[in-house]
């Protein structure tokens, strides 16, 4: 970690890296390379980083929502948390943090509720037996899209620094 007070920002990015798309992982790791803004992938198995001083792998125990639950943890206010786990965005938000999805959705405190009662809905049916689908896969544009919100969050944390 950066050593900040709890009351600074520490412009630290976090991955929510077992379920993080590899093209995703390699925007994140030109964007660090590029920024030098410390990036830590937060995983229940080991994967390959770049041998980079500010980008760092940490490997958890394995178990539902032990990653999430150790970025949470090491969360300050202003970190950014890349993640499509609407649950997790939603504790980094009210930490103070901003979360970012794999597809470039910056979520807000405006959507995070309605996001979740959508996700909760869709579990139920689920749960009820009907089939809902996965996500599409990961677009062209959806790419570009979390490229462009990327490049403008660690532009503000540049800038901030």
């Known amino acids: 970690m950066s050593g900040k007070g709890a009351d600074a ?5 976090w991955v929510d890296a077992d379920a993080c798309p590899v093209v995703i992982k390699d925007i994140l790791f030109r964007a660090a ?13 080991p994967m390959r980083v770049p041998g ?12 539902l929502d032990v990653a999430d639950s150790e970025i949470v943890r090491r969360l300050t206010p202003g970190d950014l ?8 965005a939603a504790e980094v938000i009210e930490k103070g943090g ?7 959705e910056l979520y807000s405190p405006d959507t995070i509720g ?5 996700r909760d809905f869709m579990d139920t049916l689920r749960g009820s037996g009907i089939n809902t689908g996965g996500p599409p896969t990961l677009s062209k544009s959806d790419r570009k899209s ?13 800038r901030d620094a």
């Open 9 to 13: 920002e520490s412009n630290q990015v």
């Open 33 to 45: 390379q590029r920024t030098g803004v410390q990036l830590t992938l937060v995983a229940n198995q």
């Open 52 to 63: 980079a001083p500010n980008i760092t792998l940490l490997t958890v125990a394995s178990g």
């Open 81 to 88: 948390v890349i993640t499509s786990d609407i649950p997790l």
């Open 98 to 104: 901003h979360a970012l999805s794999h597809r470039g």
């Open 114 to 118: 309605q996001l979740l009662n959508m």
């Open 146 to 158: 979390f490229a462009d919100h990327l490049d403008r969050l660690l532009t503000k944390f540049t």
